[in-house]
């Protein structure tokens, strides 16, 4: 309860502050590209159920048809508004909707493709007990993902084998130590790393 009502309240007050910011954010997508202002896509969440979740839009329209994952940070499907709102996380802004709607948490394993969770194991399925969240520990290993699947021979082959393994040991760890005060840490690492990025 204490953690539903930490995301709730401050999931309010982080969209009431950031409104100015995120209306510039929105005119600014739409002068630079056409298409949505809004990313939406499926992710699977708590008790391995179906959600949208919500992101500023920072690639061309039509891009995931050229492939789930990104490729490096300077990836050519990526919008030059777009590059920038990634840089410091800023796509993930409207993700405070999906915390508001209960889909999401602060911190937690981040929301996953069905596509890639169908290469989870038995085991793997406990991540799905709790909430996914904007940050965590897997999150913050793999802050740089998209310049290690850059650098791969083969990207979707090491993301399956080698990115997708390891990120789910981290959150089953983090699944094991969680309790207010450690996600209150993450978030403190988290906002620390983007301002220094």
Partial sequence: ????????????????????L???IAICIKID???????IQGRVGKNNKDFNIYKFRTMYVA????GLLTL??????????????RRYKIDEFPQLINILLGDMSFVGPRPELRYYVNFYNEDDL???TVRPGITGLASLKYRNEVELL?????????????IIPDKLKYNKTYIKKRNFFFD??????????VILK
């Fill in 63 to 66: 891009s995931q048809s050229k």
């Fill in 184 to 193: 209150l840490k993450l978030i403190c690492i988290t906002i620390f790393r």
């Fill in 33 to 39: 590209s056409k298409g949505p202002i809004l990313f």
């Fill in 22 to 24: 995120l209306l510039i």
């Fill in 1 to 20: 309860m204490i953690k539903r009502s930490f995301d709730f309240v401050f999931a309010v007050i982080g969209l009431i502050i950031l409104f100015p």
């Fill in 126 to 128: 406990k991540i799905f």
């Fill in 72 to 85: 490096g940070n300077k990836d050519s499907r990526v919008t030059k508004v777009g590059y920038f709102l």
């Fill in 150 to 162: 850059k650098a791969a021979d083969n990207p979707e082959e090491f993301f399956i084998k080698t």
